[in-house]
């Protein structure tokens, strides 16, 4: 309850929790304090499949999202109306992952309970969500299909689509504010895209944030303090409460960067042909201008708001794994968080990989390839993650591998194709586009050099990629601002050639 206020007839924020197999305890929330202070009682319900409450009480949940988890949602509002607590005509509905969920869900099947809802991070569609899983993922995969449902299962997936907000869109009244971030791997980008253009084609009133270099819920300071801003002044305008009206220019400036003109909003789609990229052939390769060489590199990571200094060290020989001549590619990196090694052997001619061995703190990844499978193994402390894909056609290495690869073909300004690598986090076989934007003059510790400007974009259209800078006359990479994957927290690495040997 907001302090001094009698709890009558009052706005009120309904904030399911996330997981959803979590609970809300009572206790300090920092969220709850914020609503209440701008005007708002703030009522967290734990509804069926909230942990904390005995095995039948989480059971009585499976499989019911939007449905009798959704209900009990309802009947809290219904209370507060009954006792007179809330304003039925200023009721709002706020959450976060599941909470998000749960705030579409209300607002598409219960469209006259609420004045409007702030969906963070949520899932608008349930088959889209459990297709999204990772290989990786497998428990949590088979706890999803168990307790949501299978996306193979027709039956299921009616089911799911039933019990998907997006589905339901045309019957949403009222105003909707949807933030999320753009490197999120778990309610990924055609989450939001989705339900944003479903609003936006039906005429309704939807707002839309984008916070690029965040993940599953916001870690920067000033873009957690932005979504906040954009919230309290949504619910001021819908509900009538307070919001604060300075703001420090570092907030508004993040502000105005996740700011996204809903008219503008497309579905990201792969592009091109990416079935016909799966497997057609690999871009052949001239490796009669590489020589053994050691690069060092300085590197800076931004990682949701903070910034990690980086040395890599990157050593290329002429060896023999068994009886193949290979060229081994050893990349050494330290960082405030300990060393990692990633060794990698690929075919002296054909760059076609070999062999890949990582090894950072206690875990290692031994992988031996073929140009039809993958096989090997994740091993961490107390856990052991067997690896073996069938290929249906055959991959580059990834990382410094790839860039050995990108330096043996015919580069040239306006040069196009498509190269594949297989990830190991992912245990999915990726497809990028790689096009020569032009030649430029970069300048970096190692001295000035004519490069290609080299793009690279995932096909199907998942964040990564980037830019990498090659060097017209030694081959050698001498700069890149590479995106790291959402599942390694989204943001940029920014490498610099230092020194040459």
Request: net charge negative; hydrophobic share 35%.
């Amino acid at each position: 309850m907001p302090k001094g206020i009698k709890a009558k007839n009052i706005p009120v924020v309904i904030n399911p929790h996330g997981g959803p197999w979590a609970r809300d305890y009572w206790g300090y929330n920092p969220e709850a304090q914020f609503l209440a202070n701008r005007g708002y009682g703030v009522f967290q319900i734990n509804f069926r499949s909230s942990t904390g409450y005995g095995k039948a009480f989480f059971n009585a949940g499976k499989r019911k999202w939007g449905e009798e988890m959704q209900h009990d949602l309802t009947d809290g509002v219904k209370w507060l109306i009954d006792e007179g607590i809330a304003d039925p005509n200023k009721v709002a509905i706020y959450g976060g992952s599941y909470g998000g969920y749960a705030t579409l869900a209300g607002l598409a099947f219960t469209p006259d309970l609420y004045a409007c809802g702030v969906d963070y991070v949520g899932v608008c569609n349930l088959v889209t969500l459990l297709k999204s899983i990772p290989p990786y993922w497998e428990t949590a995969r088979k706890f999803f299909n168990e307790h949501v449902g299978d996306p193979d299962n027709p039956e299921d997936v009616e089911r799911m689509k039933r019990q998907s907000p997006l589905f339901s869109a045309d019957k949403i009244k009222k105003p909707l504010l949807v933030a999320q971030g753009g490197n999120d791997v778990r309610c990924k980008m055609p989450e939001s895209q989705q339900i944003v253009i479903a609003m936006r084609d039906l005429g309704h009133d939807v707002e839309y944030l984008v916070a690029k270099d965040e993940g599953h819920g916001f870690a920067g300071a000033d873009n957690r303090t932005a979504f906040r801003v954009a919230m309290e002044k949504f619910f001021a305008k819908h509900l009538g409460g307070r919001h604060q009206e300075d703001v420090k220019p570092s907030v508004q400036t993040a502000l105005d960067d996740m700011w996204v003109p809903v008219e503008t909003v497309v579905l990201e789609k792969p592009e091109g042909d990416i079935e016909a990229a799966m497997l057609a052939p690999l871009p052949a390769v001239d490796t009669s201008n590489l020589k053994p060489a050691k690069l060092t590199y300085a590197s800076k990571a931004a990682v949701q708001g903070q910034e990690i200094d980086l040395e890599v060290a990157v050593g290329c020989t002429e060896t023999k794994r068994g009886d193949q001549d290979v060229w081994r590619i050893i990349s050494e990196q330290s960082s405030p968080m300990g060393a990692a090694t990633d060794t990698m052997d690929v075919d002296h001619k054909s760059l076609l990989p070999v062999y890949r061995g990582v090894k950072q703190g206690g875990t290692t990844v031994k992988v031996n390839y073929s140009e039809t499978s993958i096989n090997g193994a994740i091993v961490m402390p107390g856990r052991e993650m067997p690896l073996n894909t069938e290929l249906k056609a055959p991959v580059y290495g990834s990382e410094t591998a790839l860039e050995l690869v990108l330096a043996s073909l015919p580069l040239a300004p306006g040069y196009k194709t498509t190269l594949r690598t297989f990830d190991i986090l992912s245990q999915a076989t990726k497809v990028m586009t790689v096009k020569v934007e032009g030649v430029e003059s970069v300048t970096v510790p190692a001295g000035t050099f004519e490069a290609y400007k080299v793009e690279l974009k995932n096909m199907d259209g998942e964040p990564g990629g980037g830019t990498i800078f090659i060097s017209k006359d030694t081959g050698h990479k001498v700069r890149s601002v590479m995106q790291l994957p959402p599942m390694m927290g989204g943001g940029t690495v920014t490498s610099e050639l230092t020194a040459v040997e």
